[in-house]
């Protein structure tokens, strides 16, 4: 009976010491290079003219709901567009919580921000405090990463070049500006976060001197070396 119950015992304290192997194995594992930690491609934008490749687009008709904010009128059909036409009203001022939610856009914020087909507007010829800022990075694992921060950018053709990089909720830039030198063309952009933490956001700012649309594509936060 004793030595039955003796390698009961060892039998538990050896599946137990296997197990609690296996939890401090999984905790002691970093992600690798390259783990995605956040990904947006818009591809729920789908109205507005496309300005980048110079095409005529189309645009939903809105109406207000309670709250004073757009929907789309579903009774009419959409309508044609310019190139230079947006696709919305300012998602953040005019747009109504549902249609953000549509496309995806209730966790971001910002000043002027517009929908064109598969990518978004940020600021117009007049404003000067026009931004954009990420949802929190909320994939990123407690202790921090360093992480890289890639995107596709490009410019009114009379624009500032430059779109300026603040970074929100822990974690340091390696670029304080970012430059998109071709009007009117997409640039493969990207830059590093060092100390990036699960509340870290972006903030893409129009440059605030003059005239500093942009438009925005293909953002994703991955673990860097």
């Not at 304290?13 to 956040?38: L, Q, W």
């Not at 549902?98 to 978004?120: A, C, F, H, Q, T």
């Not at 870290?200 to 605030?208: A, L, M, N, Q, S």
Request: proline share 5%; glycine share 8%; net charge negative.
């Amino acid at each position: 009976m004793k030595k039955r119950v003796f390698l009961s015992l060892l039998a538990f304290t050896v599946i137990f010491a296997s197990c609690s192997k296996d939890e401090n194995d999984d905790r002691d594992v970093e992600d690798p290079v390259g783990t995605v930690y956040f990904e947006e491609r818009f591809d729920k934008m789908e109205w507005g003219g496309d300005y980048i490749a110079n095409e005529r687009g189309l645009r939903a008709v809105y109406i207000q709901n309670e709250d004073g904010k757009n929907i789309i009128d579903e009774s009419q059909p959409p309508v044609d567009c310019a190139p230079t036409t947006d696709g919305s009203g300012d998602f953040y001022y005019h747009m109504a919580d549902s249609y953000l939610i549509n496309r995806r856009m209730i966790d971001w914020d910002g000043d002027k921000v517009y929908e064109r087909p598969g990518y978004i507007k940020v600021g117009t010829g007049a404003s000067r405090n026009a931004y954009l800022v990420t949802p929190s990075f909320t994939e990123i694992p407690e202790e921090g990463a360093n992480v890289e921060v890639s995107f596709n950018l490009a410019r009114w053709t009379t624009a500032s070049p430059q779109v300026f990089i603040e970074i929100v909720g822990g974690g340091t830039a390696s670029v304080e500006y970012v430059e998109t030198p071709e009007p009117a063309a997409w640039e493969a952009i990207t830059f590093t976060i060092n100390g990036a933490t699960p509340e870290t956001k972006v903030r893409f700012v129009c440059d605030p001197r003059y005239d500093g649309r942009f438009f925005l594509d293909d953002v994703v936060v991955s673990k860097a070396e």
